[in-house]
């Protein structure tokens, strides 16, 4: 950068002024090149109106030309390259082109007389300015052929120490008078804010607020914990409602608050009536509660005698099925509510083998019946040996009996205790293709895995738990079925319209995707992690001790900034990820209070052609990462080391596994100028050059 430099005069007289401008060999830059056809005027101006005498003046210490122009401003108003500096005193700044001296760009203290009616610079009288500090006027020129002539901005600005007067003086002979005029204003909105005591504007503060959201469409259990939290039932009484409508006693338009599930499986409805048998304090519901649950699923009396065996046989193309005629035929009637048809015990010699025999049965209509078909049978013997296979190799099952119902709602359910799992498939399941139906039995066997295998984790109750349980449960049926892709229906949908409003703890079935993103052995070494007693609290704090969960968080919500989770069964998941955007034109600042476990995404939008100067502020203990571009595919790279300087559109990731964090970004400035540095310079001035002449640097009026 040339060693140009500026020392603004203000509360200037005429007399100061000629004295500056004509005493001592410095020509001013109000003062036209000799080689031009204007007339010059006199010093540096020519006003006709009688000078207001001098007011009482403020100091100011000396300003440096680059503090409030730089290079590339400068470069930009003379349309070429190759400035060269003359008259590069403290209060009188001018650069021109090395080839062309009628090209140049000036800075020199104004007075209050260029604003007074009639007044005059270079001959030409002054026009109102508007946006441009306070007041201001143009005194362009007259427009030559080939172009106009020199122009002069000059600018009044109310300050904290008094009233700032400055000219910019533009010499563009290849322009016109309007053209020049728009550049001298784009110089003179830059120099602005840089002067000492011009009050900047204040910041627009972005901030935004998170609202509860309603995700009673997700489960029967979202449902139900929603209408509790807006009194609209008790937990006893809905958990009644849930299952009386399982039971076909109730319209689901008595107990839905939205018509369509995203997961309508039983099984979170009925670990929450079986927790609420032991320690729920309505006794009535109670009551109605344990007689839902012996209608829903049969006790174990029922079953010896609804199971009884026969003579094995192979029946209806099931060549793997070893079948046996049910004793017990009242029984049997009785659970088909009053129909004729028995059922058969399905066996699997083949996991008899690999585990013990009779650990995995099933109990089936013995013919096709109420939409079921062979198909069905034969899908579901395939499900179960697949899903066994595979999680005896990861965990611990309990003994599983599968069987089918009449039940007209819900797709199935779950019910189990330490030592045995019941997987009731209701007549919803018949609408569901073969990889889908075989996924959703592997669900549902996972239930009956997860206790087995994670008895002291499943302690603490359903809903202190249900956040990694319900996902795990969806996540160990694509270790089984990687290429069903049951998991998409909906579920990305779920978790892209409630993230940035919740937290992993606060979402259920959605968390299979988390899981996704991790792999097995750090999965099951997080369950493995959890306490076995405590609320929510407790939950989190466990979590936040395991090791790499910083990490692990935020790079999933990077994975979903990008849309590119990896798919089990390959490719990505299909996501549609959400951000709060921001739009940049000027000094901006965004607060953000990362939830713990959730996370921040910010959008930012930089107006075309400009750049914005960035500076963050982070509070406890947070991390945070950016790429260019907007969210979404496709992505750049994330790095942690955030950018001073941003342009066109950027998306931030922030997040956190502890309370009391807080994410700032401040926008300090938007122009033309990438180089976003710091630019104030503590180094002692020097003194104004001799053979200039220059006045003391007392730029300001004092109004008053």
């Given at each position: 950068?040339?060693d140009?430099?500026?020392?603004?005069?203000?509360?200037?007289?005429?007399?100061a002024l000629t004295?500056?401008g004509?005493?001592g060999?410095?020509?001013?830059?109000?003062?036209?090149?000799?080689?031009?056809?204007?007339p010059?005027?006199?010093?540096?101006q020519a006003?006709t109106?009688?000078?207001?005498?001098?007011p009482?003046?403020?100091?100011?210490?000396?300003l440096?030309?680059?503090?409030?122009?730089?290079?590339?401003?400068?470069e930009?108003?003379?349309g070429e390259?190759?400035?060269?500096?003359r008259?590069?005193?403290w209060?009188?700044?001018?650069?021109?082109l090395?080839?062309?001296e009628?090209?140049?760009?000036?800075?020199?203290?104004g007075?209050?007389?260029?604003?007074?009616?009639?007044a005059?610079?270079?001959?030409?009288?002054?026009?109102?300015?508007?946006?441009?500090?306070d007041?201001?006027?143009?005194?362009g020129g007259?427009?030559?052929?080939?172009?106009?002539?020199?122009?002069?901005?000059?600018?009044?600005?109310?300050?904290?120490?008094?009233a700032?007067?400055?000219?910019?003086?533009?010499?563009?002979?290849d322009l016109?008078?309007?053209?020049?005029l728009?550049?001298?204003?784009?110089?003179a909105?830059?120099a602005?804010?840089?002067?000492?005591?011009?009050?900047?504007?204040?910041?627009?503060?972005?901030t935004?607020e998170?609202?509860?959201?309603?995700?009673?469409?997700?489960?029967?259990?979202d449902n139900?914990?929603?209408?509790?939290?807006?009194?609209?039932?008790?937990r006893?009484?809905?958990?009644?409602?849930t299952?009386s409508?399982?039971?076909?006693?109730?319209?689901?338009?008595?107990v839905l608050?939205?018509?369509?599930?995203?997961?309508?499986?039983?099984?979170?409805?009925i670990?929450?009536?079986?927790?609420?048998?032991?320690?729920?304090?309505?006794?009535e519901a109670?009551?109605?509660?344990?007689?839902?649950?012996?209608?829903?699923?049969p006790?174990s009396e029922?079953l010896?005698?609804?199971?009884g065996?026969?003579?094995?046989?192979v029946?209806r193309?099931?060549q793997?099925?070893?079948?046996g005629?049910?004793q017990?035929?009242?029984?049997?009637?009785t659970?088909?509510?009053g129909?004729?048809?028995?059922?058969d015990e399905?066996v699997?010699p083949e996991?008899?083998e690999l585990?013990?025999?009779?650990k995995?049965e099933g109990?089936?209509?013995?013919?096709?019946?109420h939409?079921?078909?062979?198909?069905?049978?034969?899908w579901?013997?395939?499900?179960?040996?697949?899903s066994a296979?595979k999680?005896?190799?990861?965990?611990?099952?309990?003994?599983?009996?599968?069987m089918?119902?009449?039940?007209?709602?819900?797709?199935?359910l779950v019910?189990?205790d330490?030592?045995?799992?019941?997987?009731?498939?209701?007549?919803?399941?018949?609408?569901?293709?073969?990889?889908?139906?075989?996924?959703?039995?592997?669900?549902?066997?996972a239930?009956?895995?997860?206790?087995k295998?994670f008895p002291a984790?499943?302690s603490p109750g359903?809903?202190?738990v249900r956040?990694?349980?319900?996902?795990?449960?969806?996540?160990?049926?694509?270790?089984?079925y990687?290429?069903?892709?049951?998991?998409?229906?909906?579920?990305p949908?779920?978790?892209?319209?409630?993230?940035?409003?919740?937290t992993l703890?606060d979402?259920?079935?959605?968390?299979?995707l988390?899981?996704?993103?991790?792999d097995?052995?750090?999965?099951?070494?997080?369950i493995?992690s959890l306490?076995s007693?405590?609320?929510?609290a407790?939950?989190?704090?466990?979590?936040?001790?395991?090791?790499?969960?910083?990490?692990?968080?935020h790079?999933?919500?990077?994975?979903l900034t990008?849309?590119?989770?990896?798919?089990?069964?390959?490719?990505?998941v299909?996501y549609?990820?959400?951000?709060?955007?921001?739009?940049?034109?000027?000094?901006?600042?965004v607060?953000?209070?990362?939830?713990?476990?959730?996370?921040v995404?910010?959008?930012?939008?930089?107006?075309?052609?400009?750049?914005a100067?960035?500076?963050?502020?982070?509070e406890?203990?947070?991390?945070?990462?950016?790429?260019?571009?907007?969210?979404g595919?496709?992505g750049?790279?994330?790095?942690g080391?955030?950018?001073?300087?941003?342009?066109?559109e950027?998306?931030?990731v922030v997040?956190?596994?502890e309370?009391?964090?807080?994410?700032?970004?401040?926008?300090?400035?938007v122009?033309?100028d990438?180089?976003?540095?710091?630019?104030?310079?503590e180094s002692?001035?020097e003194p104004?050059?001799?053979?200039?002449?220059?006045?003391?640097?007392?730029?300001y009026?004092?109004?008053?």
């Amino acid at each position: 950068m040339k060693d140009v430099r500026l020392l603004l005069v203000g509360l200037l007289v005429l007399a100061a002024l000629t004295a500056c401008g004509g005493g001592g060999g410095g020509e001013g830059w109000g003062s036209l090149p000799s080689d031009q056809e204007t007339p010059k005027p006199e010093g540096r101006q020519a006003v006709t109106s009688t000078p207001a005498p001098e007011p009482e003046r403020t100091d100011v210490p000396p300003l440096k030309c680059f503090s409030l122009l730089d290079n590339e401003e400068i470069e930009e108003a003379l349309g070429e390259r190759g400035f060269g500096g003359r008259g590069q005193g403290w209060e009188v700044c001018r650069w021109q082109l090395v080839a062309d001296e009628r090209v140049f760009v000036g800075m020199e203290p104004g007075t209050p007389g260029d604003l007074e009616p009639g007044a005059e610079l270079l001959g030409v009288p002054g026009e109102p300015v508007s946006a441009v500090g306070d007041d201001a006027r143009w005194f362009g020129g007259t427009g030559a052929e080939g172009g106009g002539t020199a122009g002069i901005l000059s600018v009044r600005q109310s300050t904290s120490l008094g009233a700032l007067h400055f000219r910019i003086g533009l010499g563009r002979p290849d322009l016109d008078s309007a053209e020049q005029l728009d550049i001298a204003k784009e110089l003179a909105l830059g120099a602005l804010p840089r002067f000492p005591g011009v009050e900047q504007p204040e910041p627009e503060v972005v901030t935004f607020e998170r609202e509860q959201v309603d995700r009673s469409n997700a489960s029967f259990v979202d449902n139900l914990l929603a209408k509790e939290l807006e009194g609209e039932w008790t937990r006893g009484e809905g958990l009644v409602a849930t299952l009386s409508l399982f039971a076909g006693e109730v319209e689901a338009a008595q107990v839905l608050r939205q018509p369509e599930l995203l997961d309508n499986s039983g099984t979170g409805a009925i670990r929450m009536a079986r927790e609420y048998l032991e320690d729920g304090p309505d006794a009535e519901a109670k009551t109605e509660i344990a007689r839902l649950l012996e209608r829903l699923v049969p006790s174990s009396e029922r079953l010896e005698a609804m199971a009884g065996i026969g003579p094995p046989t192979v029946a209806r193309g099931l060549q793997a099925i070893s079948l046996g005629m049910v004793q017990g035929a009242d029984d049997c009637e009785t659970y088909w509510f009053g129909t004729d048809v028995c059922q058969d015990e399905v066996v699997f010699p083949e996991l008899d083998e690999l585990f013990y025999p009779g650990k995995y049965e099933g109990i089936v209509p013995e013919e096709p019946t109420h939409g079921w078909t062979d198909e069905h049978f034969f899908w579901a013997v395939q499900a179960v040996k697949d899903s066994a296979k595979k999680y005896e190799a990861m965990g611990e099952m309990p003994e599983v009996l599968f069987m089918f119902t009449t039940w007209d709602y819900s797709v199935s359910l779950v019910d189990y205790d330490p030592a045995s799992c019941m997987v009731l498939l209701n007549r919803p399941m018949q609408q569901i293709w073969e990889d889908h139906f075989k996924q959703w039995i592997a669900r549902e066997m996972a239930y009956c895995m997860i206790p087995k295998t994670f008895p002291a984790q499943v302690s603490p109750g359903y809903e202190v738990v249900r956040w990694w349980k319900d996902g795990l449960a969806i996540w160990l049926s694509t270790v089984v079925y990687p290429a069903a892709n049951g998991e998409w229906e909906g579920l990305p949908d779920q978790l892209a319209a409630v993230e940035l409003e919740t937290t992993l703890l606060d979402r259920d079935v959605t968390n299979w995707l988390f899981f996704e993103h991790a792999d097995e052995f750090i999965t099951l070494g997080l369950i493995w992690s959890l306490p076995s007693d405590g609320g929510r609290a407790k939950q989190e704090d466990a979590l936040a001790g395991y090791d790499g969960i910083e990490r692990l968080i935020h790079t999933f919500a990077e994975g979903l900034t990008d849309e590119n989770i990896p798919d089990s069964g390959g490719g990505t998941v299909p996501y549609k990820v959400r951000a709060d955007t921001v739009p940049i034109s000027g000094r901006t600042v965004v607060w953000e209070e990362p939830q713990r476990f959730g996370v921040v995404r910010l959008h930012l939008v930089v107006d075309p052609g400009k750049y914005a100067c960035v500076e963050y502020e982070e509070e406890g203990e947070l991390r945070s990462s950016w790429r260019a571009g907007k969210p979404g595919k496709p992505g750049g790279s994330w790095s942690g080391d955030l950018p001073e300087s941003l342009q066109g559109e950027a998306v931030f990731v922030v997040t956190t596994t502890e309370e009391g964090a807080a994410f700032t970004v401040e926008v300090t400035d938007v122009d033309d100028d990438p180089e976003c540095e710091d630019e104030e310079d503590e180094s002692e001035p020097e003194p104004c050059p001799i053979e200039i002449g220059c006045p003391p640097s007392d730029y300001y009026y004092k109004e008053g």
